[in-house]
Nanobody, 124 residues
């Protein structure tokens, strides 16, 4: 497993941008597909984006496609989520997650390492 710590959340106006970072520790990061999920108040945790171990394969939820970009720097053991054109409905706690395989997935149950989450609030 990898240990994950998210940062970069905050309050932003609609149309603004934020970049989330997820710092990972552990020897398996480089061979782990990494994902971002979010959970809004009163709702279930949902998939946002995922990136494979090389940073080549990415996949996004329809709600964020074209606005969010996931990337990783294996030399820094860090994965990023660049969020542009933010909307009030993007407000949620954002979680970084890792799984012990190089293959990307959009299924929450496929991830076995989770960060503590970072709050993103988008005002209208």
């Amino acid at each position: 497993q990898v240990q994950l710590v998210e940062s970069g959340g905050g309050l932003v106006q609609a149309g603004g941008s934020l970049r989330l970072s997820c710092a990972a520790s552990g020897r398996t990061f480089i061979t782990s597909a990494m994902g971002w999920f979010r959970q809004a108040p009163g709702k279930e945790r949902e998939f946002v984006a995922v990136i494979d171990w090389r940073g080549v394969g990415t996949y996004y939820a329809d709600a964020v496609k074209g606005r969010f970009t996931v990337s990783r720097d294996n030399a820094k053991n860090t994965v990023y989520l660049q969020m542009n054109s933010l909307k009030p409905e993007d407000t949620a706690v954002y979680y970084c997650a890792g799984r012990n395989t190089i293959v990307a997935s959009n299924r929450l149950a496929d991830f076995n390492s989770w960060g503590q989450g970072t709050q993103v609030t988008v005002s209208s």
